[in-house]
Nanobody, 125 residues
Framework: QVQLVESGGGLVQAGGSLRLSCAAA????????MGWFRQAPGKEREFVAL????????YYADSVKGRSTISRDNAKNTVYLQLNSLTPEDTAVYYC??????????????????WGQGTQVTVSS
């Protein structure tokens, strides 16, 4: 049984930082491409960041580029998303996603087979 469990969300003031974690079980984590998506109320789920299984390639949405870092620890089966300089526009449920094979369409949520339950991030102004 595949499980992705996110943690680290919460309420933070604008300008603050959060570190989200996603622990994986039931998969060969070291061979998975891991992504983070987010979904704000009334909006579609949108791509945030991706890290390939080797950890040597990362991709970011323009909205978070330069103030976010995705990383992974294959020994701990965990992927992280560090979010800095948060603004109220970052308020959303953040989801961890995984797949064995990711193409150039990595920003599409339909490309991912496995999903976590999400963790709420709320940024107050």
């Amino acid at each position: 049984q595949v499980q992705l469990v996110e943690s680290g969300g919460g309420l933070v003031q604008a300008g603050g930082s959060l570190r989200l974690s996603c622990a994986a079980a039931g998969l060969t984590f070291s061979r998975l491409t891991m992504g983070w998506f987010r979904q704000a109320p009334g909006k579609e789920r949108e791509f945030v960041a991706l890290i390939r299984w080797s950890g040597d390639s990362t991709y970011y949405a323009d909205s978070v580029k330069g103030r976010s870092t995705i990383s992974r620890d294959n020994a701990k089966n965990t992927v992280y998303l560090q979010l800095n300089s948060l603004t109220p526009e970052d308020t959303a449920v953040y989801y961890c996603a995984a797949d064995r094979h990711i193409s150039s369409r990595y920003a599409l949520y339909t490309e991912y087979e496995y999903w976590g339950q999400g963790t709420q991030v709320t940024v107050s102004s």
